[in-house]
């Protein structure tokens, strides 16, 4: 009975040993490590698992989670202990990232740093729930009404989304804003081998506690890197919150200058650091005349793709952004100049392609490949377009 | 596990059959015993419908020695049916020369001769007292068959996954089903000889 006993209780985070894990279950431990303690959430394929794992486990740890009648009320339960202190977070998928999106534009507006896994599936509307696509890409960028500068992050593989949840949250905390990180249904579902790292190779960021004493506290002080420090409520210092526009103190204003500087820090915040901001994986560009531009589990099969390619001697190589908004501009117009041909694979009928054409050099050709039946695109489909291209 | 240079030494598992034959759950173990106790890059997918029992299910895997670009299947090099409905949809998908292991008792049309057709599911419910190991004795047959996965790697496998209380049966159904593949395998060289001759 003792050895049943250890079996049951046997530690949940094993450092450095191959674990064969899911991407959600590694989205759930990427969130446990980097400190998450409250989740609300609503149950929805293909993300449940994430709901259900911390449903287990954050207990464990002295945290909380709590499932909520709807995910309007999810989002709007970690706002809650977001602004209480804790490291808040939820996870769904398009439907419910869609109800989120009124609440969502609250966190933007009211700076309240919360991580929202969004493990996408086909859309719109209730889509196809077991079947993997990216259709939600402009939805986190543009989802909310108003002028807003939102952080996206895209893992493409289960260690990566361990990696990119805790990076997730410590964005979310550095910058105090909502950080969406889109998984899909092939990642969320997908058994890889992963070694955990150990809690001392973590970066963990928690956002910085005002120092002045609490009569001087400006809760969203504009300061020189637009980043402010953060109290939480019950730690005596007093400040108003609310979705109107509002200036250093929280209070609703009208004044010109002030709502003008409130929605610059907004834009600042995260186009100030696009330096900290870019995180794109480069691969065989160097010498490349085409630049095959894919995120997510679209990019696994880009990368086996430009192998079989230069077996056959295109000059091809892949960026994939692993932070997708705010958008790699940089880099992705560095490359441009150096290509003639952009192919963009994506799991819907052309999104982020917009983006790659929008930096359009000179008559560099940008084309699709799109597939939106559910399933992966091939590495042998993105060959075949190559080789439709160049004959 | 033969390689080529393009694909990176990668060798392509399908086991299907019906919903609630246990085939996802084997897929995870075989991935795991190659993963982990093996030291290979995995990766597992799948696809099921949303029945509990029956409906069409199957589980992926991707084993190789490098970094494993793109996790789904493209041609496979080993595929597992437990149904007719299964071997008549995969059958397309295994490569010339890979290997077909079928249920000879479910599956009574073979597309073709060069398939191991073994009792998996009859000698779980004979042998060990109950069907619902057959996915752990096909699972057994297909490491012995294949030759990729060693025995012990197999076992560990599933004594780690095994349900408390279980653990006898699991090793039971491991050892049926080493045997069931080693004896095939066995037959299937002596076959092989002879036609070569």
Known sequence: ?391 | MKKTEEDNGRYEIRLSGSGGQGLVLAGVILAEAMGVYEGKNVTQTQSYGPEARGGASRSDIVISDGEIYYPKTTELDLLLCLTQESCDGYFGDLKEEGLLIVDSDRVRQLPTQKAHALPFINTAREKVGTPVVANVVSLAAVAAISGICSRESIENAVLDRAPLGTEEKNKMACDLGFKLGLESRRIWSEKKIAFDN
């Not at chain 1, 402010?228 to 409520?233: D, V």
């Not at chain 1, 409130?262 to 794109?280: A, G, I, Q």
Request: hydrophobic content about 40%; aromatic content about 8%.
């Open chain 1, 1 to 391: 009975m003792a050895e049943v006993e250890t079996k049951r209780k046997k530690s949940f985070y094993k450092e450095n040993v191959p674990l064969l894990m899911q991407g959600n279950e590694a989205c759930a431990l990427g969130a446990l490590a980097a400190g998450c303690r409250f989740f609300a959430g609503y149950p929805i394929t293909p993300s449940t698992e994430i709901a259900e794992i911390l449903s287990r486990l954050l207990p464990r740890v002295g945290g909380k989670f709590i499932q909520m009648e709807d995910e309007i009320a999810s989002i709007a339960a970690i706002i809650g202990a977001s602004i209480a202190g804790a490291k808040a977070m939820t996870s769904t998928s398009g439907p419910g990232y869609s109800l989120m999106q009124e609440n969502l534009g609250y966190a933007y507006m009211a700076e309240v740093p919360c991580v929202i896994v969004n493990v996408m599936r086909g859309g719109p509307s209730t889509g196809l729930p077991t079947k993997v696509a990216q259709g939600d890409v402009m939805q986190s960028k543009w989802g909310t009404h108003g002028d807003y500068f939102p952080i996206v992050i895209v893992p493409s593989s289960v260690k990566e989304c361990f990696d990119y949840t805790v990076k997730a949250f410590s964005l979310s905390e550095e910058y105090r804003i909502p950080v969406t990180v889109l998984s899909d249904e092939v990642l969320g579902h997908m058994r890889e081998i992963v070694k955990l790292p150990s809690q001392e190779e973590l970066n963990i960021v928690t956002v910085p506690k005002p120092y002045e004493p609490p009569e001087w506290y400006k809760h969203f002080e504009i300061t020189p890197d637009f980043r402010s420090p953060m109290a939480s409520f019950g730690e005596g210092y007093r400040f108003h919150l609310t979705g109107l526009t509002h200036d250093e103190y929280g209070f609703p204003t009208a004044s010109k200058t002030e709502i003008v500087r409130k929605l610059e820090k907004l834009r600042l915040k995260t186009m100030r650091h696009l330096d900290e901001l870019t995180d794109v994986r480069v691969e065989m560009m160097d010498d490349a005349h085409i630049m095959i531009f894919a995120y997510g589990s679209t990019a696994r099969a880009a990368r086996q793709a430009i192998r079989m390619a230069r077996k056959r001697r295109f000059k091809v190589g892949l960026i994939q952004p692993r932070i997708i908004w705010p958008f790699p501009d940089q880099i992705v117009r560095e490359y441009l100049e150096r290509v003639d041909l952009v192919i963009v694979p994506e799991l819907n009928q052309g999104q982020i392609i917009r983006e790659v054409k929008r930096l359009r050099y000179r008559h560099v050709k940008i084309i699709g490949l799109n597939r939106f039946d559910g399933e992966l695109i091939t590495p042998q489909q993105i060959l075949d377009k190559l080789k439709e291209e160049r004959h």
